[in-house]
């Protein structure tokens, strides 16, 4: 079955310092993967999306790598601010449609 | 304002009780969803509507039935609520269910949390 894997544990870093979360996927390569931000309380905003055939795309402080060999993407933020921090969301989506999402990954960001 | 929304925010019912969610989108969008969402943040999705004819259905107990009036309402029935049923639930719409659509993603309404004691 098609599977999306991210880091359960939370990730603590500083201010200023680059986050890095990591998504990993199983069996054959997604069409695309999307990342999304969930605060508390609230539903998922979507933050970017790559696709099979990109190797990175990047938006303001924000960007994602697709690596099929190692079937993983990475997110990055730099210049992190803790008003980053939230559970962010990775999700891999087929030429169907269905979006299947990973349980997230809380990023805290201290000052 | 431009959203997904959907009442009620908080459900606290009995176990065997029917109960409904509403959601509505004014983005104009063709596609809308429902996802839950249980205590470990999991979001799992549960079906699919694309201009009101259901597209995913996935394995949900039948006690669970979407409705989709028009393309701009999507409502979920519940019957007989069991305790396991507690969850957060989310309505998300979409400009198209293909993978064309995915450069936009989805927009997600706030979540009715739902407690069946």
């Known amino acids: 079955s098609q599977k999306i894997e991210q880091n359960s544990e939370a990730l603590n870093i500083q201010e200023g310092k680059t986050a890095t979360l990591t998504c990993n996927y199983t069996?054959?390569?997604?069409?695309?993967l999307q990342w999304y931000r969930q605060d508390p309380g609230r539903g998922p905003v979507f933050l970017l999306l790559?696709?099979?055939?990109?190797k990175e795309k990047r938006k303001e402080r924000l960007k994602v790598t697709f690596d099929t060999t190692l079937k993983q993407s990475l997110f990055h933020i730099t210049a992190s601010q803790p008003a980053d921090s939230a559970t962010y969301l990775c999700a891999r989506g087929n030429q169907g449609g269905k979006l299947i999402f990973g349980q997230g990954t809380e990023l805290s960001v201290k000052p | 304002d431009t959203a997904v929304s959907q009442t009620p925010k908080y459900l606290v019912t009995q176990m065997g009780n029917d109960k409904s969610i509403k959601c509505e989108q004014n983005l104009g969008h063709d596609t809308m969803y429902w996802y839950k969402q249980d205590s470990k943040k999991f979001l799992k999705i549960m079906f699919s509507y694309n201009n009101k004819e259901l597209i995913i259905n996935e394995t949900v107990p039948n006690r669970f039935s979407p409705k989709s009036p028009d393309k701009a309402h999507l409502n979920l029935h519940i019957n007989s609520l069991e305790l396991g049923d507690s969850a957060v639930y989310f309505c998300a719409s979409s400009r198209g269910w293909r993978a064309t659509y995915s450069d936009y993603g989805y927009t997600f309404g706030s979540g009715t949390r739902l407690t069946v004691v």
């Open positions: 790559i696709r099979e055939n990109e």
């Open positions: 069996n054959y390569s997604p069409a695309y």
